[in-house]
């Protein structure tokens, strides 16, 4: 299995445009920056899928060799994406993909609804490539190309800010509105966890986590007042869906083995910093902050 991280930021990005706090400045200084949060991964090093579609996907395909076409082809190594949740900043690549010949979009079911009435990317994209949606429902594994497995696991109920007043339908409706992938390989025993939505440290993600190779997750915020700190505000990060690195790291640290990655850290995060502080307690539990365009072979 290889992984290739296209993005580490959270929406907005590392700087934000319209942010000129210590993290966005230092990124502006020293070139330092981060993408939205997205990833590729394959089985066979041929078949490739996204997972999740960043606002920056354009540049982060360009960047990623093993997503160039054939030479002389317009064939892609890109089957497909699957879809962590319906925010924006996961989503809206989506769009970006539209010269796709066919595209396969993998998405719970409240996603896929809130994709094709709250915000129409399905009916819109269907103009001008021809999509495949699929229905992801946690804990059915979906079996994709080149021997890749994929099984979702339900992490919760925070829709994306349109599609508040959507209505609600069905069982996942209060469950899988975010969600976080295991991937497997057919005869292989590689495993990669894949959560950058963490709302709390449940069940379902101490079983995902459970001997996997290695664990992307929810690096947004370091600590839980973090946001409020600096913006003034009063939201906080357990009520936006966000358990922050202070809050997981004791998980981690009982539950050594894999090589565990932050990852959609947020503009306001010391963690995003080139030499962060605190690295090393996150060392000390076997995790680190992921960084844009690692490749990881398993
Ligand atoms: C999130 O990760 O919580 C969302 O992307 C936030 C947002 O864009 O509103
Ligand atoms: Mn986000
Ligand atoms: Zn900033």
Known sequence: MKIRILGTAAG??????????????????????????????????RAWYLVNASPDLRSQLLAAPELAPAPGTRDTPLRGVLLTSGELDHTLGLLTLREAARLAVYATAPVRRALHQAFPVGPLLSRYTEADWHTVTPG?????????????????????????????????DRTDWVAGYRFTEEGGAARAV????????????????AGADVVLLDGTFGTADELAERTGGAR?????????????LPHLARRPGPRYLYTHLN???????????????LAAAGAAVAEDGLLIEL
Request: net charge negative; charged share 25%.
């Open 140 to 172: 059915e594994p979906v079996e994709l190309a080149g021997g890749l497995r994929a099984e979702a696991f339900a992490l919760g109920d925070k829709r994306p800010r349109y599609a508040a007043d959507l209505p609600g339908e069905g069982e996942g």
């Open 267 to 281: 503009n306001t995060n010391p963690l995003a910093r080139p030499d962060p502080p605190g690295a090393a307690e």
């Open 236 to 248: 906080r990060s357990p009520g936006m869906g966000h358990l922050a690195v202070r809050d997981s």
């Open 12 to 45: 907005g990005g590392l700087p934000q445009w319209n942010c000129g706090c210590a993290e966005c400045g230092c990124a502006r200084r020293t070139g330092a920056a981060r993408s939205q949060d997205c990833l590729a991964v394959s089985g066979d090093g």
């Open 194 to 209: 894949y959560a950058p939505g963490l709302a709390d440290w449940t069940p379902a993600v101490e079983r995902a986590v």
